[in-house]
């Protein structure tokens, strides 16, 4: 069981935020995750990708890291929660994702944190769809089939 951390969840929604904001501020783009990495694969005239995009996703990496180093001293419980799944079910789960990603043209960050606030329709509903097929994977993995940790 999981307990919600208002103080944790605030903090990290308004950091998500304010990096968004300053992305389409500063760089007039959009901080979604799966069009960044997939531009660090892409490659334009000099054939090297922008270094932003490098930058970004390596402050995510490191991100994680600082937080498996401090979670002790903040409080394992309330950083983190451990799910014990099987590896099949993790790399199944990551490849679904990514054909959501592809098919729903960008991801929850870009089309829930910078398409909602843009007031983009197409994000508004790709959103609604997002949620709406979290609330269906809850209540089946949690009522309907057993999956490692999640029952």
């Not at 103080?7 to 959009?30: K, S, V």
């Not at 606030?117 to 609330?135: G, Y």
């Amino acid at each position: 069981m999981t307990e919600f951390t208002p103080y944790a969840a605030t903090i990290g929604g308004a950091l998500i935020g304010l990096a968004a904001a300053l992305m389409l501020l500063f760089e007039g783009r959009i901080a979604g995750i799966s069009g960044i990495l997939s531009g660090l694969f892409k490659r334009g005239e000099d054939d090297t990708p922008p270094a932003w995009q490098a930058l970004f996703i390596g402050g995510m990496a490191l991100g994680g890291v600082v937080l498996l180093l401090v979670q002790d001293a903040v409080g394992r419980d309330m950083v983190m929660t451990k799910l014990e799944l099987s590896p099949l079910l993790v790399v199944g789960a990551g490849l679904l994702v990514g054909f959501g990603t592809r098919l729903g043209n960008g991801c929850t960050s870009g089309h829930g944190v910078c398409g909602i606030p843009r007031l983009s329709l197409r994000s508004i509903l790709a959103t609604l769809i997002f949620m709406a097929m979290a609330v269906l994977t809850v209540f089946v993995t949690n009522h309907v089939f057993s999956f490692g940790g999640l029952s």
